[in-house]
């Protein structure tokens, strides 16, 4: 892992600028919030679309990341491609939502860059990446409605940013916006269960994801399942590591969704059958449907888990 001089954030910035420079083309808005923030509305009272989606998701990978759609064979043949040669960085130290910015009825998990500057998660305890001397930050939502001051405030406070140094990007996962930069994740949920199977992450050295962008759904629950089934059902993922051949093969085997427990219902069912308790869930079951893993100091590869097409027609149709 290179922590070097990553600059997520200002990478990140000049994404979010661009953005707001081209506004009208993207379909999103930007506006000043009452302490000063930047507000850019991609898919919530703006349209939005997969063109911003795809800046979001290069945002949320601290611009680490090389993010596509492109169309490749098979009956969901539109897809959200993503690679990074610093995955790590990009996935965990980034685009990983694992920042409660929750306040009274407000309920948002926050991504991006801004997560590296607060540090305020466990998993900081494991990434010495420190950016030097950030001057602003950027942090993308999944809600349809702006942050409430006392959010900006607590994102201040931990960043040592002010509040007009602070821009946030929001879109609902109903949106198409929203579904997009959802199912761009395919990369980082692998990173994330490596972790949790205590893979080293020094070892991870690149990495690539792809899956198939689902038609977004005007309820929740839905849109949300058809995000997590076009991941944990169709997406695919190689990683390249350092490190012996047995550890290669042993990551292969045991990070596919097939692995999980609750592999191989819908996962708005799932998540209904929880009562709606998303920590009751397997963790196993997001990751991947298919992993290829690269062993580069042995040159062997190893293949596990495959495309569900059953699971991806119930759940996408």
Same mark, same amino acid.
């Given at each position: ?42 898919? +919530? ?7 911003? +989606? ?18 490749? +064979? ?18 965990? %130290? ?33 990434? %010495? ?93 839905? +849109? ?5 089934? %076009? ?87």
């Amino acid at each position: 892992m290179r922590d070097g001089h990553a600059y997520l954030n200002r990478n990140a910035q000049r994404i979010a600028d661009s953005m707001i420079e081209d506004a009208d083309r993207l379909g999103v808005s930007h506006s000043r919030g009452s302490l000063g923030e930047h507000l850019i509305d991609a898919g +919530a009272n703006s349209p939005g679309g997969i063109e911003a +989606a795809l800046r979001i998701v290069e945002i949320c990978l601290g611009g680490l990341g090389t993010v596509s759609a492109g169309l490749s +064979a098979g009956k969901w043949p539109y897809s959200v491609n993503v690679r990074s040669s610093q995955p790590v960085l990009a996935c965990l %130290a980034s685009q990983y939502a694992g920042w409660n910015l929750s306040h009274e009825k407000y309920f948002a998990m926050g991504s991006g860059p801004v997560r590296a500057l607060a540090r305020v998660e466990p998993l900081f305890e494991e990434i %010495a990446y420190r950016e030097p001397e950030a001057q602003s930050s950027v942090i993308v939502l999944e809600t349809s409605t702006p942050p409430p001051a006392a959010i900006i405030d607590k994102v201040s406070k931990a960043t040592g940013l002010a509040p007009d140094r602070l821009t946030f990007i929001y879109a609902p996962t109903q949106s198409l916006t929203g579904a997009v930069q959802i199912v761009g994740r395919v990369l980082e949920v692998a990173l994330h269960k490596a972790h949790d199977l205590k893979f080293p992450l020094a070892d991870i050295v690149d990495g690539a994801g792809r899956a198939p962008i689902p038609a977004p759904h005007p309820d929740f629950l839905q +849109a949300m399942g058809r995000t997590n089934d %076009a991941i944990i059902y169709g997406g695919t993922v190689q990683l390249f590591v350092k490190g012996s051949a047995e550890a290669a093969r042993n990551l292969a085997e045991q990070l596919p969704s097939h692995t999980s427990r609750d592999h191989g219902q819908p996962f708005a069912d799932i998540f209904k059958k929880f009562k709606g308790d998303f920590y009751a869930i397997d963790p196993r079951l997001f990751s991947p449907a298919e992993v290829i893993v690269t062993a580069i100091e042995t040159g062997d590869t190893f293949r596990h888990g495959g495309i569900h097409d059953a699971m991806l027609e119930q759940s996408l149709g």
